[in-house]
């Protein structure tokens, strides 16, 4: 029998970037909160996703250059990567990040639920057996890799086995073109590893602008990185000496390992969720634009609401939620306007909408873009780096979106969505003053070159 509840104002379900985000402003408006985490505090993003893949790209981004140095006139050699030590190394991050969030919920005196949480009503949780209440609920269980059936092992992997690897593959078929699958597969051959990509659709990373997948895919070829695309797999099989990859022309790609790469799934079956009227739809679940599910005061927010499957769209929408509780009429978080970032090399930025999406939405006449290219920027030539900055503009209208692709074009996607953001017309940037030398000037060029002005083209 279950135990009584223990009150709270607003009761999360789910530790990760979207929930303790909710529940760290949730606590600064005087609201009491409980949150309910069955693993560790941080979610995907800290254990098993974003800072583990990143610090993972930081040391092949090093492998790289010792095999480069020379041509910049440093003499030194590559004599391997210790997976074992960068394992050691990701996982230190982890670990300070890790207690960095449990302390700061601590001292913001967010009560911490250990254990796995389902909705018996519209204001109540069960955890292993003791009711929780809740004023306010927020769902945000987040996500899970998607294997679509097939059995995994010690040769067929999801990314989260992959980051647990104490070794270099010598060979890898990636199942998935998007950003994890590119990820990885740029990390892997910065490490030596022979790599070949399965993807279904007609291009890598196929929600990106054309002219950033062309980019890409140029650059993939460059480095040895072999992709099959437009056509599905149809079966993965483990074979002696590894695996066997047939796809559905006949096809067949043999490697060490298989990586399944094909997306993320919601986390939310078993939870309760349509038992209280929550609607899913295939998992997922559906909100009103203001993350309110129509029941109770129950609301969603992160990877299990259809939309982009980003840690920080997910933080936005906790913040959001928090203010709406509080009766604070925040600004709709928009999947349109947040930024994105691949961190592949070369890497790749983007916000709001592409050349076909924006011709889509205000007309193929409407719509005017510039792209420049970054041989004619210092800092990339010194970075020894190719790529572009596109922008793609309203006729007399604003900036409606930026995308680039370039060895730390990353680092340009704070103007970048800021430009969007903030519907900045082409002269409002070009009038700006970008500090020389920098990758930052491409973004003022490619605006002069909107206002019809090109200072270098």
């Known amino acids: 029998m279950a135990e009584k509840s223990q009150e709270f104002d607003v009761l999360v379900l789910g530790g990760g970037s979207a929930g303790y985000a909710a529940a760290l402003r949730a606590v600064q408006h005087g609201f009491s909160v409980g949150l309910i985490e069955k693993g560790k505090l941080g979610g995907t993003c800290l254990h098993t996703g974003c800072i ?20 910049y006139g440093v003499n030194m050699t590559l004599d391997g990567v210790d997976m074992a030590k960068v394992r050691e190394y990701k996982d230190g991050i982890v670990a300070g990040k890790h207690k960095g969030l449990t302390g700061l919920l601590k001292m913001r005196k967010v009560t911490v639920i250990e254990g796995e949480g389902k909705l018996v009503s519209e204001h109540e949780v069960d955890v292993d057996g003791t009711r929780y209440r809740g004023e306010n609920i927020v769902l945000a269980t987040g ?42 597969a740029s990390a892997w051959t910065s490490y030596g590893t022979d790599v070949t990509i399965v993807e279904g659709l007609p ?9 950033i997948i062309k980019n890409l895919e140029r650059s993939f070829k460059k480095r ?23 796809l559905d022309d006949g096809t067949t790609h043999e490697a060490e390992i298989c990586l399944v790469a094909v997306g ?10 349509e038992d209280q009227g929550v609607t899913l739809d295939r998992g997922f679940v559906i909100t009103d634009e203001r993350l309110h599910t129509g029941v109770g005061n129950i609301y969603a927010i992160g990877d299990i609401v259809p939309g982009l499957q980003l840690a920080h769209r997910g933080y936005q929408q906790g913040i959001f939620v928090a203010e709406e509780i509080a009766g604070n009429q925040p600004m709709i978080v928009e999947d349109i306007n947040i930024p994105k970032v691949t961190y592949c090399d070369p890497e790749i930025m983007s916000v709001g909408y592409t050349q076909p999406g924006a011709e889509e939405h205000f007309g193929k006449d409407q719509v005017e873009i510039t792209e420049y290219n970054l041989a004619g920027n ?27 692709i370039g060895a730390r074009i990353s680092e340009q996607i704070g103007e970048a969505q800021l430009i969007v953001n903030w519907e900045a017309y082409p002269e409002d940037v070009a009038s700006l003053v970008h500090a020389h030398p920098t ?19």
């Not at 583990?52 to 095999?67: C, F, G, S, V």
């Not at 990185?225 to 695996?243: C, D, L, P, R």
């Not at 993320?264 to 969720?273: H, K, N």
């Open 224 to 246: 040895g990185i072999t992709f099959s695309t437009g056509k599905f797999f149809e079966k993965v099989e483990e074979t002696e000496n590894g695996v066997r990859v047939t």
């Open 203 to 211: 291009s890598l990373v196929p929600n990106e602008d054309p002219s």
């Open 264 to 273: 993320r799934g919601p986390v939310t079956e078993g939870l309760g969720l």
């Open 439 to 457: 990758q930052n000037e491409a973004l003022g060029e490619a605006a002069m070159a909107l206002f019809g002005h090109p200072l270098h083209g």
């Open 378 to 404: 210092g800092k990339s030539s010194i970075l020894g780096t190719g790529g572009i900055i596109k922008m793609v503009a309203v006729k007399g209208g604003p900036i409606v979106g930026v995308h680039g």
């Open 52 to 71: 583990h893949t990143k610090a993972y790209l930081h040391a092949a981004e090093l492998a790289d250059e010792a095999r480069s140095a020379e041509k």
């Open 143 to 184: 996500s899970m890799s998607k294997t679509f059936g097939l059995p995994l092992s010690d040769k067929i992997i999801t990314s989260t086995e992959a980051l647990q690897l104490d070794y270099t593959p010598k060979s890898a078929i990636v199942l998935g073109g998007g950003v994890i699958g590119c990820e990885f």
